[in-house]
């Protein structure tokens, strides 16, 4: 995710640039940048760090000019450097562009480009964008912007200026959100309307395969190949808190409802023709895999939570012990790390500072360090031996949830890359689960489209002092993040426990109504975990079941069923912890809680 904003009008573009940038920091903020056109000539000024970085700079060196484009950065291709932040020229200096989202074959033409003469300054795939208009440019930037969009694929917000078109900003859209402020006199471009609320309340809001031609006192809106179209004027009546919100009343509502779209990132660029894996980011080769002896899974919190479904993946197809270590204690245990050891390091933030140390210590030890994380240029992605990141976008609610979901998705593709180079699944196998993820997306959205059975449990259950999560095998890995993400946030004391460890004490805690949340999604555990929901249900406990679309069965054991849909059982931690996620929410929302910021915690924990 990236934040765009360019104005167009009578006033000075630079301070209304940085202020719309402001409002969209929550989009991304380890770059800032700006390109304003004066009296012919485009000055651009970008910088690594946040977004006061640039507004310091432009405050002390003012630019004049009345139009311009801006971008706040969360850095996908290359890392937050000044020359990989945007706004990004042409060679000839005369058109800069502002990008939000992936392009998919920049390597591809890359190259060409480069073929042709073409030098290039940064790592972005945005790059290739400005130079492939000027590749284009023969005297008209619409063309130009037409054949440049017939030739990239992937997703793009795009706002584009062109020194010899000085009345114009052009703004196009493909699965990144764009949107048009109307004003009088002056119009602007942003990834999101809280950008150019203090200005106006009407929007025309882009959709795919759209653009505008935006001026000062006109907007034409059209399909990318210029076909004109007319919208309807969108009026804003939220106040700007809730829009930055994207109109949710919490960062955690938002980024659980985010989740299709990060399964999404994450998945598509790695899924090859849909049949096969493509992991260019890592470099696990077939000889690597001939004399690798064991893997660590290290991480904190629920990054860890995420390791544990890695580890019954690795070891299902992998088929080599897999050890998950909280990295606090692991950095201070006896681990077997040599050169034949693989750490996997987990980490939303790259910069918790227990997984650094375990990742360091790992390091000093001869293993190679994987990392999964969500932060490019994070200090974990950049002390790693290999990246692969997880296309979430920036987490801004303490609780964890997209990133949880894409940091199991970047495990279970880098067990089949490696099975694959093991020769240790079959290929059936690997077909079917890459089918079976393929679909997660809209199964997903399945979940989100009907959650009022899980707000009515809530209600149900707020009051609770005590709650158990109850599992087994990845069920029971599942439980463990579905009880941090409700103690976190509701503050309700809560314990996950391996279904059949109840016995052996956590059981003398069950009363009459003490609500059970029991997850029996795994066909081969479903009898054995049916069990000891009787054992709990004879104590007085008030059983949830989550389960499979399809169990009816289940109704007679439990007092309410949440149904995920039907999807093969490696995957189902995906979505099983989708309406754990939306419990814990709707829980501390009728308890009254700082959803957002829990009290005593951080997001980011960079002490040990
Ligand atoms: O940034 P990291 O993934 O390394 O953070 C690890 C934990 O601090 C984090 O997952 C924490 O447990 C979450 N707030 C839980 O929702």
Redesign the pocket.
């Known amino acids: 995710m990236c934040g765009i904003m360019g104005y167009i009008g009578a006033k000075k573009a630079s301070p209304i640039l940085i202020e719309g940038l402001e409002k969209l920091e929550y989009r991304g903020y380890d770059s800032a940048g700006v390109a304003i056109l004066d009296e012919g000539k485009i000055q651009v000024r970008k910088f690594k760090g946040k977004l006061s970085i640039l507004k310091l700079d432009v405050e002390e060196n003012p630019i004049e000019g009345n139009m311009g484009i801006g971008h706040t950065r969360w850095a996908t291709h290359g890392e937050p450097s000044d020359v990989n932040s945007h706004p990004h020229k042409s060679s000839d200096g005369k058109i800069v562009v502002v990008h939000n989202g992936i392009i998919e074959n920049y390597m591809e033409i890359k190259e060409e480009l480069k073929s042709f003469g073409y030098k290039f300054l940064s790592d972005t795939d945005t790059e290739v964008i400005a130079h492939l208009l000027e590749y284009y440019y023969n005297g008209d930037i619409l063309e130009a912007v037409k054949k440049a969009i017939n030739k990239i694929e992937g997703a793009y917000g795009l706002g584009i200026i062109h020194a010899d078109n000085p009345d114009m900003l052009i703004a196009v859209k493909k699965d990144s959100p764009l949107i048009v402020g109307i004003g009088e006199g002056e119009n602007f471009i942003a990834s999101d309307i809280p950008a150019v609320l203090k200005y106006t309340r009407k929007v025309y809001i882009l959709e795919n395969h759209e653009m505008a031609i935006v001026k000062k006192d006109s907007i034409s809106l059209m399909k990318t190949d210029g076909t004109p179209i007319t919208k309807e004027v969108f009026n804003v009546t939220w106040d700007v808190e809730a829009a930055e919100k994207g109109g949710y009343e919490h960062f955690m509502l938002k980024e659980i409802y985010e989740q299709p779209k990060a399964i999404r990132d994450t998945l598509l660029p790695r899924l090859s023709n849909g049949v096969d894996i493509k992991m260019d980011s890592i470099n696990i080769s077939k000889e690597y895999m001939k004399n690798l002896r064991r893997i660590y899974i290290v991480?904190?919190?629920?990054?860890y939570h995420a390791g544990l479904i890695g580890k019954d993946i690795l070891e299902r197809y992998v088929r080599i012990p897999t050890i998950v270590d909280i990295a606090s204690e692991f950095r201070y245990g006896y681990p077997f790390i040599d050169q034949n050891t693989l750490v996997i390091v987990?980490?939303?933030?790259?910069?918790?500072a227990d997984?650094l140390a375990a990742l360091r210590l790992s390091k000093e030890k001869g293993a190679r360090a994987l990392a999964i994380t969500n932060v490019v240029g994070s200090s974990i992605a950049r002390e790693s031996d290999d990246v692969l990141y997880t296309w979430a976008g920036p987490e801004i609610a303490?609780?964890?949830t997209k990133?949880y979901t894409t940091q199991i998705l970047a495990l279970t593709l880098l067990a089949l890359d490696m099975a694959t180079k093991n020769e240790s699944i079959a290929h059936e196998d690997k077909e079917c689960i890459i089918e079976n993820l393929t679909h997660l997306p809209s199964k997903v959205e399945e979940i989100l489209s009907n959650v009022e059975n899980i707000n009515s449990i809530a209600e149900e259950i707020y009051r609770s002092q005590s709650m158990f999560y109850i599992g087994r095998g990845i069920d029971y890995d599942v439980a463990r993040e579905g009880s941090?993400?409700l103690k976190?946030i509701s503050y309700i004391h809560s314990e996950a426990i391996a279904a059949g460890e109840l016995k052996h004490g956590t059981l003398a805690l069950i009363e009459e109504g003490t609500p059970v949340i029991a997850l029996v999604t795994q066909d081969r555990l479903y009898d054995k975990t049916l069990s000891n929901i009787k054992e709990v249900k004879a104590r007085g406990a008030y059983v949830i079941a989550i389960a499979k679309e399809g169990n009816s069965e289940i109704q007679k054991s439990a007092d309410k069923v949440i149904y995920i849909p039907d999807v093969i059982d490696e995957i189902t931690p995906v979505p099983s912890i989708v309406p754990l996620q939306l419990l814990s929410y709707y829980v501390a929302y009728k308890r009254g809680c700082d959803i957002d910021k829990p009290k005593n915690?951080a997001?980011?924990?960079t002490v040990e």
């Open positions: 991480a904190c919190g629920t990054a987990v980490s939303q933030s790259g910069e918790t997984t303490v609780a964890s990133a941090l993400k976190e915690l997001k980011s924990v």
